[in-house]
Nanobody
Framework: QVHLAESGGGSVQTGGSLRLSCAASGFTHSTNCMGWFRQAPGKEREAVATIYTGGGPTVYADSVKGRFTISQDNAQNTVFLQMNSLKPEDTATYYC????????????????????WGQGTQVTVSS
């Protein structure tokens, strides 16, 4: 019943920008912890950025600090990842994830804390 749908991926040159969207549905709680994770071929899945939709906080991986921004819409059912100054090493499949836990949740970067996952959207950064 819970569904996460990513969109906004594509191909961009080094230094360019992309904005990813994650539409969430089926959650019974008004707030959530959600995040973006990515996985490149031959590499482990890693956290990118996370957010508590009840008003923060946000957490960023060191590799994207200052370049990426996670945010949400007013209805708190969509999260975004604004990616600026993209680098070839950002190339990966980007996944939206949610904890789906009631009450306050801390948006940890630990992958195992997230229980629901989207199918992913491909981001390719070329030089």
């Amino acid at each position: 019943q819970v569904h996460l749908a990513e969109s906004g991926g594509g191909s961009v040159q080094t230094g360019g920008s992309l904005r990813l969207s994650c539409a969430a549905s089926g959650f019974t709680h008004s707030t959530n912890c959600m995040g973006w994770f990515r996985q490149a071929p031959g590499k482990e899945r890693e956290a990118v950025a996370t957010i508590y939709t009840g008003g923060g906080p946000t957490v960023y991986a060191d590799s994207v600090k200052g370049r990426f921004t996670i945010s949400q819409d007013n209805a708190q059912n969509t999260v975004f990842l604004q990616m600026n100054s993209l680098k070839p090493e950002d190339t990966a499949t980007y996944y939206c994830a949610a904890m789906g836990i009631g009450g306050y949740c801390y948006p940890a970067l630990e992958i195992d804390a997230y229980n629901y996952w989207g199918q992913g959207t491909q981001v390719t950064v070329s030089s």
